[in-house]
């Protein structure tokens, strides 16, 4: 009698703990690459989008949403909440070596990965897509705390056929026509499609799960389906000015940005549209529609995981974070790219170029690389039905939050405890602030600034007051609450502030190791000048 009454209780303690265990919310990390902030429907943007758009219709949008500037070191930031240089990938892949411990090119040991952080809270972790983060140095998503993985080692490719194209399955390199794997896919699709199946498993596991869902789309070179480009084409021959325009004026109407910020003028190094020939309009049409297909292919991809989350009934308390690695990519330069003979194919190669980069980054300017608000902003959608309270939904939130601060808003969603210490190695800090309290409208506890450097780009952001500069530029300082396309530099008139921040930055400067670039980007330069001479008119 007593061993069966031991059973019983034993059975009522697992089945209670197992209850207490899904009471902890799912979360589901969503990255873009190079998707710019005005390129969703519910930030400005004429691509449709109606699956983000509907998670933020019932979720919470925030208007200041900041990544890092470029790939890599956003994607390190995120996965360890500290920023990139303290992980080790202050740049991108090339490794400086051992006196350069910001500069090694993969995630060190000194940073815990989310999924390692979510895993000893009793979380089942997975990751699907990008990984970038070192895997040529052996630093692998199989290793770092994810118990299910289909991972690409670095993009650059939407289909088997493309040029690089390697896939990773739990550590299991396959080829691109593996039985293991659809037939003809698409990563985008790909990707939401294993995510769905290592969800099966966590499910199956009696485990809340965490999934980090890191696409490619729409990094170029850009392909996608040729009846989605069809959906597009002939709809860009407008011009970039005058889509840049109109997604400003949606941005206003939809109340994602204040009337007063103005729209700085465009990059003077970029042809005035009607100089062009027909031909090149027709060529750049065609260049937007590749990349807008790209897009709504991006947000069916999402319409079939809330969908596929619905149908396991999972969804209401699974927290989706939906937010882009940086701003809108004007990479290689003023015309982009438009390669082979089938844009858009799996053996072409189409850049966008900086006139519809413009339009990618509506109100800002600049792109990405840089840490003006064009290089540095990203639309951040936040959806949790059992969390959110519905008098929320649909709402904007104005305080600024960063890519380091998922992390920590991961410890606190899911209960887990942040380690001083993991495999014997010391850990750093967490620098980033849990953004759950902005779900239902409190004050963020953010103790410190937000610091950025990339390729010697740098800025801090402390409360309204932005300083910010281009490498060997001189600090400018920005009002960001009353100018946040940054055309009013206050620097001459608040010479404290700029003293006071410039301080700060330096002290954060040296304490992740950050060093000076010494590239240049001289096309920059013009854009600046353009830009202060309109704002000295206005």
Known sequence: MHTKLKSVLLLMLFT?????????????????????????????????????????????????FYNTARCCPTRAALLTGVYSHQAGIGHMMEDKGADHPAY????????????????SAGYFTAMTGKWHVGQPHGTVPWKRGFDRSLNAPAGGFYYGAGKGAK??????ELANDSDKLPAKWYTTDLWTDFGLRFIDEGIAAKKPFMLYLAHNAPHFPLQAPEEDIARFRGKYLKGYEKLRQERYEKQIRLGLID????????NPNVPKWESLSQAEKEKYDHMMAIY????????????????????????????????????????????????????????????????????????FWAYKHHTHEGGISSPGIISWPAGIPASRNG?????????????????????AKYPATYNNQPIQPLEGASLRPAFTGKPISRKNPIFWEHEGNRAIRDGKWKLVAERSEKWQLYDIEKDRTELADLSSKYPEVVKELEEKYAAWYKRVGAEPYDKDFKWFYDYEKAKNEAASIK
């Not at 896939?167 to 299991?172: A, D, K, M, S, T």
């Not at 380091?404 to 606190?412: E, F, K, S, W």
Request: glycine letters at 10%; one cysteine or more; proline letters at 6%.
């Open 16 to 64: 209670t703990y197992t209850s207490f265990a899904q009471q902890k919310p799912n979360v589901i990390v969503i990255l873009a690459d190079d998707l710019g902030y005005a390129d969703l429907g519910c930030y400005g943007s004429e691509i449709p989008t109606p699956n983000l758009d509907n998670l933020a219709r019932n979720g919470v949008r925030l208007t200041s």
């Open 395 to 415: 709402k904007f939130e104005k305080q600024p939050a960063h890519i380091i601060d998922i992390m920590a808003t991961l410890v606190d969603l899911g209960g």
């Open 259 to 266: 009337p007063s910020w103005k729209l700085p003028p465009i």
């Open 292 to 363: 807008a297909a790209v897009i709504y292919r991006l947000d069916k991809s999402i319409g079939d995981l809330v969908n596929g989350l619905k149908k396991r009934g999972v969804f209401d308390n699974t927290v989706i974070l939906f937010v882009s690695d940086n701003g809108g990519n004007a990479e290689p330069g003023i015309e982009g790219k438009f390669e082979g003979e089938k844009p858009g194919s799996a053996e072409s190669a189409v850049f966008i170029g900086q006139g519809w980069a413009e339009a990618a980054c509506t109100p």
């Open 104 to 119: 090694r090119a993969q995630l060190n040991d000194k940073s815990v990965t989310i999924a390692e952080v979510m895993k």
């Open 167 to 172: 896939l990773f399955l739990n550590g299991e």
